[in-house]
């Protein structure tokens, strides 16, 4: 069975967020959809190891931030590859608390929503949650980020918690300069790429990367990069 045909259903990128009586927490997700229109619905998909399981369990009321197709890989592995148990991923991010008292991050978003719980579905390691839409706002005109985008020209992985993650994701036929794979987060630093957030144009080696660069995604070093075989 071909797993990496999944792949090819269309997802987009966003950040998913709730609250705990006056604590946030915010994550990636890619499975987000519209499920009617009258009234208007939406379903989110969470892993339950996920703090943002346990806080819209807690609330009934979550927000749906869209991603544009600029978002940088930091914003990304800020809510994608650390935990809300360890740090405070709204610091130093442009949000607003939204109608619901959840946070609304603004970030690199070209709309967003908001949602009060009205079912669950429980599917084993994730929830799918439903929620009545009370609260709907486009902000601008760009470009969202797709799943297929973030993949295949930003480099990103998708973390061991996403519904669609895949434990042994195919590697790409690559050029003559070898690829590094963070050891951390997954991320994979293509030098035929390079990392245009970080201003490295295509073409620069690994080697060649500056000392103190890090790993878009998850912030770490060199050090924490390997080979990839």
Known sequence: MNLSTLYKISYGLYIVSSKKENNFNGQIANTVFQVTSTPPTLAVSINKKNLTHAFILESKIFTV???????????IGNFGFKSGHNVDKFKDINYKSGITGAPVVL????????????????????????????????ISEGIPMTYAYYHQIKGGKAPPTAPTYIKEELKKEGGKMDKYKCTVCGYIYDPQKGDPDAGIKPGITFDALPDDWVCPVCGAGKEAFVKEK
């Open 107 to 138: 970030e690199s978003v070209i709309g967003y929503l908001e949602a009060e719980v009205i079912n669950m579905l429980d599917v084993g390691t994730h929830t799918v949650f439903v929620g009545n839409i009370i609260e709907a706002e486009s």
């Open 65 to 75: 931030s869209i991603l544009s197709q600029t978002t940088p890989m930091t914003l």
